[in-house]
């Protein structure tokens, strides 16, 4: 079955995966030759930040749990034909959501009504924020890839001016921020010593949920709907439909991932809360080929990247944002096997 050329296509092989890694690692380390320091010594900096203490690997698993969350989340829209990419919206008005929720019951509430009721609600905004672009591209056709990322603008500046009006901080300091989030609010620490929460089991039911939908005929259904919605449909699956439900679902988890930001990490909202993690989700969900065990290992990859970074800048004074060039060249390298496949598929 020959595919659209807008569906989204993976690697199907975790080969070609591995490849584009080894691609990115053989070209940082010349990056880190060119910047005086040995590639081993550097790449040895990099591992032992993320993973040689205990406040490393708790900071890699923290840093990992939004990516996977919201790239789990965008999977199935991705696999329909769907690219959807305001995940860094849905996360800041699902951050803004649970906030307001946490701090409105305030400190009387206790634990078994504050992280539900701000769980619940950080999801609902995210997915509320998703509809939108979903109606637009069902009804009128409008890319989705534009409607997502300019509401992601409308969003950023939504938490901002919640921050300079109904939601600011009480006390009038200058800082533009929220009140803190009441105790009872916050995700209770898993591992002493980090600030890693209980949070960080959302990934693994979230993946294994996935995994299971994937394997249901509507799970496989969605497989061909972005290259013959006709099929799709006679396996049972609405075009439409479809499109607004993998759209809110992709938008719920991302409201998700602010909640587990602000009541897992950093207690309060601000300004810059979804820092590039949304765009960063829907790359780590291409880089984990739209599978769950994929999704799972580029998340991690792309947390101890970000969390050995400091390592290696204090180790080898190379600067941190080489994590950042080696998560684009990873990139980098995955699209072009994405694009040499489409080419074989229209050649086929």
Sequence with gaps: MASAP????????????????????????????????????????????AFGSRYGFGETLVRALPLALIALGVAPALRAGVFTI?????????????????????????????????????????????????????????????STLLLTYVALALVNYSLRTWLGTSTGDATLQSDPLPAAAMLPNLLTGTRLHWGVVAAPLAAAALAWWMRTPRGLAYEVLGANPALAARAGVRHGRAIVGAMVVAGAAAGLAGWLKVAGVDGTLYPSVSGGLGFNGVLVALLGGLRPAGILVAALVFGALGAGADGLQIDTGVPASLATVLQGLSLFFVAIGFEARRRRGKAA
């Design 6 to 49: 807008t569906r989204a296509r993976s690697p199907r092989s975790a080969g070609a995966v591995a490849a584009a890694l080894l691609a990115a690692v053989l070209l940082g380390g010349v990056l880190l030759s060119v910047a005086g320091s040995n590639p081993v010594d550097g790449y040895e900096a990099l591992v032992t930040g």
């Design 86 to 146: 305001g995940a860094e919206g849905q996360l800041a008005v699902g951050a803004l959501a649970a906030t307001a929720t946490a701090v409105g019951l305030g400190d009387g509430a206790p634990a078994v009504v504050l992280l539900p009721a701000a769980a619940l609600a950080g999801a609902l905004a995210g997915g509320a924020w998703a509809i939108l672009p979903a109606l637009l591209r069902v009804r009128a056709q409008v890319n989705e890839i534009l």
